[in-house]
């Protein structure tokens, strides 16, 4: 759109140098001031698509930022989920009722060691005190501490994690296992289309960003965390919205 403005306004001002060599006299004040309407026109609807579009990516901005906290909420839960129970899941039910309920085991390692009995006794050693030993490491519960409490510090947003924020919308949520290199593993995915995030503002630029391809852009037609078709657990956000989530 601001490229076709441009190119107006540039054929304006050719036509309006051919005006004055090839027009009678007569005509050209009309001539003149047509052209002149023509201009500010043109000129006010690129002032206004280049303003229009600076809103649009301030606007677009500030709900990416809104939508990338909900998503990397939704990160943790679910890779507390599955650290403790050993695989993701697809429903914000059970994700809810998971951080309500599961606790971190609180450990701590120690290293010790016990007589190699079988190496002592072939060399005719005392096979407990012998001069083999077995290197071992000891992992100790000392006690429990609430996942809630380790990932939202004693607030309940994870309970609304699954709502796409200033919208009647939910993520899109999916988990489940893929094979690669002989081995299965757990996967999930978490989404929202950019169109529901940015619904209400200029249809070209939404059409414009969900074909994005940037380094400091969301790139694609989604913003998402996860992925059902690789073992990729991060979000396909730049850097920048991170810092910006992590002062919220």
């Not at 050719?14 to 003149?32: H, L, Q």
């Amino acid at each position: 759109m601001i490229l076709y403005i441009v190119l107006g306004i540039v054929a304006i001002i050719i036509i309006a140098r051919v005006v004055t060599k090839y027009v009678p006299v007569k005509f050209a004040p009309i001539i003149s001031i047509v052209l002149l309407l023509i201009s500010v026109y043109l000129g006010w609807q690129l002032y206004n698509s280049i303003t229009s579009t600076t809103r649009f990516n301030k606007l677009k901005e500030q709900k990416y930022e809104m939508v990338i906290a909900k998503l990397k909420d939704i990160q943790a839960s679910q890779l507390a989920h599955q650290e403790i129970t050993g695989n993701f899941t697809g429903s914000f039910d059970s994700l809810v009722r998971f951080i309500d309920t599961a606790q971190y085991a609180i450990t701590q390692r120690r290293d010790s060691s016990k007589a190699d009995t079988e190496k002592n006794i072939a060399y005719g050693l005392d096979p407990e005190e012998g001069g083999y030993f077995i290197d071992l490491i000891i992992i100790d519960t000392l006690g429990f501490k609430p996942v809630r409490d380790s990932l939202f510090q004693g607030t309940d947003r994870y309970k609304t994690m699954m709502d796409v924020p200033e919208s009647d919308s939910k993520f899109e949520m999916k988990a489940g296992k893929l094979e690669k290199g002989g081995t299965m593993y757990s996967v999930f995915e978490a989404k929202v289309a950019k169109e529901v995030v940015l619904a209400g503002q200029d249809r070209n630029l939404i059409a414009q960003e969900k074909q994005t391809n940037a380094v400091d852009g969301v790139n694609g037609e989604f913003i998402k965390v996860g992925s059902m078709d690789d073992v990729d657990t991060s979000g396909n956000w730049p850097k920048l919205y991170d810092k910006a989530t992590d002062r919220q």
